[in-house]
């Protein structure tokens, strides 16, 4: 059986970051927006909005670096589950759990600029790749 997903998009909103209850592990869950890779009738691009859950450090990590409109790679699998909701009625929620989050931003330079150059996330444990064409 196989399960991987690999998705490229941007935040729509800033990450929340909670810890659950029990045992105060940290999650973050963003919508990340990823681009269609063709266009509609009117000649336009949609995207697809797709939650995203991140668990542990990586969680952390993502609430203390991303922002809405930040860049990432997102690896990982597709999950559905269920609940029953207050008003009695059963939900049904597909999402991505990451397994990997890579910051695909520049970093910004010190005096308020953006660099192409020395693009350097070790300070959170993450890599960009700038051979990968967007």
């Known amino acids: 059986m196989l399960n991987r997903t690999i998705l490229?998009?941007?935040?729509?909103?800033?990450?929340?970051l909670r810890y659950t209850p029990n045992s105060g592990v940290a999650?973050?869950?963003f919508i990340l927006a990823v681009d269609r890779s063709f266009t509609n009738r009117q000649g336009e691009r949609e995207a697809d909005f797709i939650p995203i859950v991140v668990w542990r450090k990586q969680a952390e990590n993502c609430a203390n670096y991303l922002k809405k409109g930040s860049l990432i790679g997102v690896d990982g699998r597709i999950q559905t589950r269920n609940y029953e909701a207050n008003d009695?009625?059963?939900r049904y929620v597909t999402e991505i759990v990451a397994e990997n989050v890579r910051f695909l931003?520049?970093?910004?330079r010190q005096d308020g600029g953006k660099s192409n150059q020395g693009n350097d996330f070790s300070e959170v444990g993450y890599e960009v790749d700038?051979?990968?064409p967007f």
């Open 27 to 29: 999650v973050t869950t």
């Open 8 to 16: 490229v998009g941007r935040l729509t909103k800033d990450p929340e």
């Open 130 to 132: 700038e051979d990968v």
């Open 105 to 108: 931003d520049s970093k910004p």
């Open 88 to 90: 009695g009625q059963r």
